[in-house]
């Protein structure tokens, strides 16, 4: 069975910029499609962006157009998530997903079954 291994995240102004990682382990990160979501407190688990592969599609939610960027290198099993113009509103608990099934429709939490440990981005001055 595959586990995500997160890492990244942390404290930054707004305005700033962030990288988070997600690295499978026990299996290739090209058997699935992977995605980031987050969380905030008090808040249901929201879709951020997500990858496929084969193919290289990606998605992203509107509110992360232009300033998050979902990346894969397949040769290291890692998926990346480049954060720039960070805003306060999205400090929230950063979590990678993976599913045995492609589409970059696959936006809902339901639809992933393997997910990381989540990692804290915290944008504050």
């Known amino acids: 069975q595959v586990q995500l291994v997160e890492s990244g995240g942390g404290l930054v102004q707004p305005g700033g910029s962030l990288n988070v990682s997600c690295t499978t382990v026990?299996?290739?990160?090209?058997?699935?499609?992977m995605a980031w979501f987050r969380q905030a407190p008090g808040k249901e688990r929201e879709f951020v962006a997500v990858?496929?592969?084969?193919?290289?599609?990606?998605g992203y939610a509107d509110s992360m157009k232009g300033r998050f960027t979902i990346s894969r290198d397949n040769d290291k099993n890692t998926v990346y998530l480049r954060m720039n113009f960070l805003r306060p509103e999205d400090t929230a608990v950063y979590y990678c997903?993976?599913?045995?099934?492609?589409?970059?429709?696959?936006?809902?939490?339901?639809?992933?079954?393997?997910w990381g440990q989540g990692t804290q981005v915290t944008v504050s001055s």
């Open positions: 026990g299996d290739y990160v090209t058997s699935y499609t």
């Open positions: 990858s496929t592969w084969p193919g290289g599609s990606t």
């Open positions: 997903a993976a599913s045995s099934r492609w589409g970059t429709s696959r936006r809902t939490p339901s639809e992933y079954k393997f």
